[in-house]
Every structure is written in structure tokens, then in C-alpha cells.
T-cell receptor, first 111, second 115 residues
């Protein structure tokens, strides 16, 4: 299985942008890059996904490196509600639909 | 509202007493899955189902059973629970045609304690 590497934890000040990195050097050509987050005491929540191009939605932006070996989830203005564990997951390649979670990055937001 | 509903939210039971955790989704999703989450081990997949009557093992299926008789329901059955099955359980669903782009929707979780 293609693996991802994320920092264990990051901190951000409230209302500042946050850049959460993810390395996936063994990504295959058909793997989608998905991001989920898990707020305390809740189930994981889909955030954003992409294949090759940068993507934006109401929650975040996803910047994908040209060689696709890394990506960055961007929260434009962190709020206290964004404090969560963020998971970067490779998904959907070769018809595989198993969502395999790593340890993720625990984001703390400082008021 | 589109959602995945798990019941119960909390359950304390004794070793060996059969139990079922229910999961229901109202989005007509083909794909459903069960995960357990443990400190230090993260989220691990137990079983998944690609459609009605089609189920397959995930990474940690031992001690669990599932069934998929209807599209909307995917119950998790513990025939003889043991203390090492004390965990936080999540059900998830997704549209097969849109899984790559829409991802999964997760339930709110069931915290199970086996004493």
C-alpha cells in the first residue's frame, strides 16, 4: 500500500493560515489524495481530495506538487473549531476502496 | 439530512454476551464499512461491504461478524465479546461511483466497553 508521512503535531494561532504537509513518495498514477479530519469525540470528516491539480472548497485548499510526491492542506484562517487530527490518505488507486488511516497530524489552535 | 446513524452511542457489556451495533445510512450508498479506533493504533478497518450480500474482511476481522441484507443497514455483530474488543467503533458509507471524489461519510461512533 502506498504510504503517507505527516508530522505528528502542529500549532497555529487563531485566524492565521495553516499549512499541513504530507509526503507520499510512492504514490501511484491512479491514487487520489484525500484529506480527512477528526474532531475530538467525533467520527472522521471528509475535507478535500485531489488527483493532480490544486483544489479549493469551502473548508480548505489542497496544493499538490507537480510530481505528486507531496501535498499540502491549507486552512486559510484557522479557528478553534479546526483543532483536530488531520489525515492524509491515498485512496482509490487500482480500484481499491479501502481507506487506510495513518496517525495523522494533531493540529492545535491557540486563541 | 444525509447521515450515517449508529446505535447505541455507548454500551457496557460483559464478556461473552452477544451484542449487535447497528449502522444505517440514508444516502443509498453501495459501500459500507466498520472501523475501530484505539489509542496509539489509530483507525483500523474491520469489515467492509461493496453491496447487498457482498462483504469482505478488513485488517482486523477476528471476533466480529457482519451482514448486509439490505442496502441501508450494515450491523456489526460480536458473538462472544472479550475485553480486547473494548474500543470506539465507527461505521462509514460511500457511493461506489463517487468514492474517489466524494469520500466516505462516517457515523458518530459507538463506545463499547467489555468487562
Amino acid at each position: 500500500d502506498a504510504k503517507t508521512t505527516q508530522p505528528n503535531s502542529m500549532e497555529s494561532n487563531e485566524e492565521e493560515p495553516v499549512h499541513l504537509p504530507c509526503n507520499h513518495s510512492t504514490i501511484s498514477g491512479t491514487d487520489y489524495i484525500h484529506w480527512y479530519r477528526q474532531l475530538p469525540s467525533q467520527g472522521p470528516e471528509y475535507v478535500i481530495h485531489g488527483l493532480t491539480s490544486n483544489v479549493n472548497n469551502r473548508m480548505a485548499s489542497l496544493a499538490i506538487a507537480e510530481d505528486r510526491k507531496s501535498s499540502t492542506l491549507i486552512l486559510h484562517r484557522a479557528t478553534l473549531r479546526d483543532a483536530a487530527v488531520y489525515y492524509c490518505i491515498l485512496f482509490g488507486g487500482a480500484g481499491s476502496y479501502q481507506l487506510t488511516f495513518g496517525k495523522g497530524t494533531k493540529l492545535s489552535v491557540i486563541p | 439530512e444525509a447521515q450515517v446513524t449508529q446505535n447505541p452511542r455507548y454500551l457496557i457489556t460483559v464478556t461473552g454476551k452477544k451484542l449487535t451495533v447497528t449502522c444505517s445510512q440514508n444516502m443509498n450508498h453501495e459501500y459500507m464499512s466498520w472501523y475501530r479506533q484505539d489509542p496509539g493504533l489509530g483507525l483500523r478497518q474491520i469489515y467492509y461491504s461493496m453491496n447487498v450480500e457482498v462483504t469482505d474482511k478488513g485488517d482486523v476481522p477476528e471476533g466480529y461478524k457482519v451482514s448486509r441484507k439490505e442496502k441501508r443497514n450494515f450491523p456489526l455483530i460480536l458473538e462472544s465479546p472479550s475485553p480486547n474488543q473494548t474500543s470506539l467503533y465507527f461505521c462509514a458509507s460511500g457511493s461506489l461511483s463517487g468514492l474517489r471524489v466524494d469520500g466516505y461519510t462516517f457515523g458518530s461512533g459507538t463506545r463499547l466497553t467489555v468487562v
